[in-house]
Structures are given as structure tokens and as C-alpha cells.
């Protein structure tokens, strides 16, 4: 076999030291490893370099638009391709041609398709044809000076998980008729509730203290209707082109470079607002199996199949990529790098992480710290344990590879239903509820370093996210047989506030859904991806219901910020002792003892979920004895601020957390 033996344009990322695995398919003898893929722009002309062994004739075809509909419709030309000794098909389109669309018509023995190329940087309407485009004149004003988000470990980040169209659609978010549900609603300031003081969207983000927010795919999906430009709502976990922006959140869906500058504009107002973005990329299928665009470029090539031809489903969405065929895994390499790069990106979730192979998640590993530095790109995913038709033997990227997968990290299922109940379950409840699955919530706190995970930092902890029921629906459902969704309960915030305790004083990174923090509802809808936007909305009101709530976790926010012993995987909370305490059961209860600088330092942590009181002398704790403890987390407040001091008893309220530092400590920390 001949393999990799044209692979001269980029050997950075594909040379000997750093082999791409083995060939599994036979195509992959073919691969090649350019970084030209797609058409690429210069003034003078416009290179067309396409993939697809199998074909025995393509072409180009062009248009003025990315629709036959539109006004000033129509076809310009076909441009032979011819093919290459690297094995691909290139075409040189003299001129400047930018804002042209196109398509590719591959003839192969059997059938003759025509496709949007997989590799396409802008489009059309909908994604039916790509576009050419000249990237430089899609960045808005002041992008050269647009800086990624970088913490210093994955551990310092804190993330909020929110829909484009989530975040501004509810008239309550004070956004603009025209920008709501939007790119560009992110782009507005002093953004107000109704008559409100208290601000919304990006502002409202900026004083909660999050460093990130995730957004939902925002990549191009196939279920909404971009030329329709109604309220059709959906979460977009159906990708259609993966290196293109969504138009249903552009002004402007047809001309294919606005999707871009918005997408762009909204990026930079979140690095603006000192906030990092982590991209929801979903490469594990896609909107359609057969006739996908994958699958009209390189028919049988691009997905994994069952021995007798049927497609593997493993995603529950018709069809698995094939992470471990070469040029599938160098797509998601160059998909994400060039994310990354082009729009700033700061990190990536992988849907469905447990359903690639963990050899194509290592390289992009390597990828992104060869250019961005390492780590600095943040990298993690639903790590399920999921079948799927891949070879035997091959090391999946699921919790059980994270220890083999450094720098990438997964969702922390065991601590997200140990929390409030499993999510298979309505009615299951947990640790705030009713103090069950103490142990787990252990194992969380510990950032799963005795479990599956080998640091702290590939660990994500959450008590809730776009997928099952809303924290607050799922504490209704729980423990008021779901009535009253959009009601205010004391006890269920308090719940609440215990909750966001046990995500944001773990080790690990802190993840919770957008609007968990004023008690969000989806009325009980577990599963609202094509729901209306009208359920799946943030309803900004809630910012005055809720507004202890919020303070709460801005408090803990702030807290975690200042005390790296607690957040794991960092300098000093690597040389700190975290201790189980077992005297105030049935609280989970632990200390932390630390060096920050010169000063040692002593923390308390306990999380009471019964509906009593604790009382617990310290001395029995293993604590030093003859200190001075200030509170600075209790039932009703979080944050920085003294609380109160107490020297030998603590009280920890019904369903609450407390948290004492040590009066040394506490001054050398907080007042510097
Ligand atoms: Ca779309």
C-alpha cells in the first residue's frame, strides 16, 4: 500500500511523528492531506481543490445567488475539474469571483449527483449551494483587535450553557425587535427589563461573572427554514454545513456573508464583555444520512455501517460519522481548527464525544495547542459509553478514555443526578432533596479524580443543560408532582441555591444552564428542541423573582474565583489536602487545607440537604483548633463578604451550605 506518500503540504499536523492511526477504510489510501480543501479566494482567482477518489468526472457549476428563487437568479457557468496526482480534483477560477455560489456535479459509475461541497465557507440560503467568499471583508470593525479568552486551566472557567435564540427572543430581554433571537442581540448594551433596573443579556452576564458561555449549535442546521424567517425554534443538533454560521440568526440568510460579520460581531461583543465562547459542534452525524452532502461527495465513505450495509445509529439521529476514516477525522481537525482561528473560538463541546474515537480527539488535542498554546483551547464532551459500528477494538472517546485523552474532559453525569435525581426519572430525587447519594456527591466534589477522570480539569460538573428537564422543572416534578412551573417556591430555591453550592465549590469545571440562576422553566417539557421558542425561551422577568437567587450564584462566582484551592487541577489546589469530614452527617462535609502564596489556609465546606438544622462543634471536624472561622456562604448568602464569625459552633441551616474560611487566610485573600 501506498499510503501518505502526498502529504507534502502539510506536514506540520500529519508527518511521521505524529501518525494519523492506521488506514481502516480503503479510501483512506487515497487521503490526502492538503490544507487547501474548499474553494479558496484571491483576488486573481479562486481555487476549487475537492476530495472524492471515486469520482470520474466534476465540475463546478456557478450562480449569482444561493437560490434559483431569488431576484437576479441565475446559472454563470461549470468549470471542469481535472484530477490531480495527489488525488483530488482542483479547477482555477480566474478573476475576482467572490459572492458567487457554488456547487459541485460529480459523475460517478453509477450516478451522477450534485452537492454542496462539505469543505464550503459561506452559503446560500438554507445551505443548498456554497459560496465564495473573501473572508477578510466578512470581519466587522475592530475583528484584528478581537483577542481570544484564554484562563490559565480549564478549572478557572464557569459556564453557561444558552441557545442564540433562547437568550434574547422573550420581548422581556429589552433587546430590539429586529435583533431578537439573533446574532446581533448580543451586541447590545444597557439592555434593561421592561421598566426594569436590572439588566439583561450580555450586561446581565458581565455582573453574574460567568468566564464562558457555550452556545447551542450555531453552525448551519437543517430544521428551520432560513427563507422563512418566522419563529421556528429549534436546538440545531442537525448540521448540515459544519463550517459555515446558521442563517435563521442573521438579519439576512441569502446574502451568505452576513451570516458571518453577525456571527463574528456577536463573538466579539462576548470577548468585549471579558466572556469566552465554546462552540457546540455536533460531528457525530448529521441532518440527513443518505444524500447528506457527505455522502453525495464520497458515497459510503464518510459514516459507519453495519455488515449488512444498514446504517450505524448509535446518535439516535439515522446515521455515525466515521471519526476513525482518515478524512473524516482530518475534516473535524481542520473544522474546529479553523473555527478556532477564523472566528476566535475558545473552546469546543463534542456532542456525542463518546461516539468518536479518542485517538481523532487527541489530535485535535495537538492541533489546537500547536496553535493556540497548551490547553488554552478549551476541550470536552459528552463522554457517553454508546455502541456504534466502529471496529472492534477501537479506543472510543467515552469516560473510560478520558485518562488517555489529556486535555479533554466530559460531562459529569454521576454528580448532574446524584444532585437532583437521576434524569431518567421525573420523579427521582437526589441529594438536595432529600440527602440521598451522598457518596456520589463526593465523588463529584472530587472532580471524579478517584473515579474516571485523571484531573480535575476533564471534568465537568453540572446539575443541568439544554438536554432533560430544567433544574427548577425537574425539582417541581420531584417534589410537587409538577404543579405550578411557573410559580415562585422558597424551598425550591433554596434547593436550588444548595445545588449551585455543590457545582460551584467543586473541583472541576462549573457548568450550569443559561437562566438555572433565576429558576428557568420549560413548564415541564423534558425534551423542548422543537418546542416553540416561547417555552424555550429566557424569560428576563425572572431577573426580578429571582433576584437573591442570582446574587447567590454571583456570590459563589465570585468566591470560586479567588479560592483556586477549591477549583482542582491548578498550582495550589494541587499541593492542597481536600478531607471528607464525617462528624456532621448526615451533611456532605469536607476541608481544604492550602499554601496561596505564604499564606496557609483553611477552608470549610458543608451541605446540609435535610430539612433541619445542623449544629457541629469544629473541633470534631480535624480542623485547627483555636481559630476564627468566617462564614462567607450560608442559607441566604454567597460571596466574598464576612457573613459573620464564629469560633467553635456552626450552624448549618436546613437544606444550605456553609462555607468558613480561616480569619488568616480570609485577610490575606480577600483584602488583596
Ligand atoms: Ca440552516
Redesign the pocket.
Known sequence: MVIFMNNATNAKLWDAETPLGKPVHKLDEFAYFGNDLGAVYAEDKTVFTFWSPEALNVTVRLFTKGSDKEEGAKFIADLPMSKTFENVWRAEYAGDHKNEYYTYVIDFKDKRVETVDIYAKAAGV??ERGMIVDLKSTDPEGWNDDKHIFVETPTDAIVWEVHVKDFSHSPSSGITAEHRGKYLAFTEHSTLYGEGIVPTCVDYLKNLGVTHVQITPFY???S?N?AAQDDSYNWGYDP?NYNVP???YSTNPFDGNVRITECKQMIQALHDAGIGVIMDVVYNHTYQAQGSFFDRCVPGYYYRYHKDGSWSNGSGCSNDTASEHLMYRKFMIDSVLYWAKEYHIDGFRFDLMGLHDAQTMRLIRKACDEEFGKDNIILYGEGWHMGTACANGTEMANQGAIRSMPGVGAFNDNIRDAIKGSVFGAYDKGFVQCGACAERIKSGIAGETGSWAGKASQCVNYASCHDNYALYDKLILSERGGTGYAERFDSLVSMTKLSAAIVLLSQGIPFFLAGEELCRTKFGDENSYCSSAEVNQIDWENTGHYADLILYYQGLIRLRKKLSALRGANKISDNAKLNFVNSAMPCVSYTVDFKDNDTEGHVFVALNPCDYDVRLNLADTGLPKDTKWIAVVNKHSAGTAPLMAISELALIESKSALVLIDEKAYKAIFKR
Open positions: 438554507n445551505g448551519d442546521f437543517g428551520v432560513e448540515k446558521e442563517g435563521s
